[in-house]
């Protein structure tokens, strides 16, 4: 057999991330399969893209967001010669009988949300020349900050419910959305010493008010993209190529591959998980802030 295809009874609608790393999987099997992989369409949520008038975005991820350092062929061009392994669902972390290989092997290859190191995804060219331009037009030393906004409400310091809508806030409570807000762009960077920044770009679902001038964000350029998802990415490769990157999460790390880990930092001391899962973070939430400088394996 040539090909390896994983045959998915029942793909999970989700965002570009979590689809990113379903993909890791097949990526890092066949390589331990010595296969080619067959890249299958991934069913996008539509609603974080902010396309509500479809219930997914059916899209080959890998060409039309992102380039592979791999030998692939897509699903419609290949029909025989395939070896193929089926699985019930295409969350595979979910999974109890994954050797340990594969999932060291899909970690090394995917990386956010897995591991600290530089991952091998690249940036479709369309990402990439918007990034640059966007890169080219600012000064340097440059911060790229990405404030990423959990899919949840929180009704009281101890209570989490999850709620649809990547934008549901509960805008009665001190929440993640009050503690960003009262963070001053300029106070949340000082706390970098003897770092004298000339421009600071900023990826978020929502725009940031009352920023000075050198401080930009997507809504200060002129592009108009088919879905958030493209906005999504090309802010992540501004803010990984900029002089100093911050993020969100413990576990929000370097998006595209790079050349070297540069300088990286993080807002808050919790994984992403933890959010979803519902244990106790109101104490980290709930802090100064402050920034946490993130250690990477440099190898990528």
Known sequence: MKYLKYEIKK???EGINHKRACLSYL???SIIENKIPVIHKSQLESHYGMRTDQEFISSYIIGDYYKIPYRFVYEEDVDDDVLIKSFEHDSFWDYDDLSDELIELTSKINCVGMRNRIPIWEPSDFIKNIGDKILNSLERPLVGIHLRKPVFKLNDPN???TCEGIDSWDKNTD???KILDDMKIESLVSKLKNFD???MFIGCITDVINRNDKVKMMSDYNYVFENNYYKFLVEQYVIDNSDIS???WK?????FKKESVGENY???DIHMDELSTGQDVWHELGRSSELYPQKYEEES
């Open 27 to 29: 990526l890092a099997d």
């Open 11 to 13: 793909q999970a609608i």
């Open 251 to 255: 576990d929000s790390t370097i998006h």
């Open 266 to 268: 993080y807002l808050f």
């Open 197 to 199: 920044w000339k421009n």
């Open 175 to 177: 929440g993640i959305e």
């Open 159 to 161: 209570s989490w419910s």
């Open 246 to 248: 911050i993020r969100t």
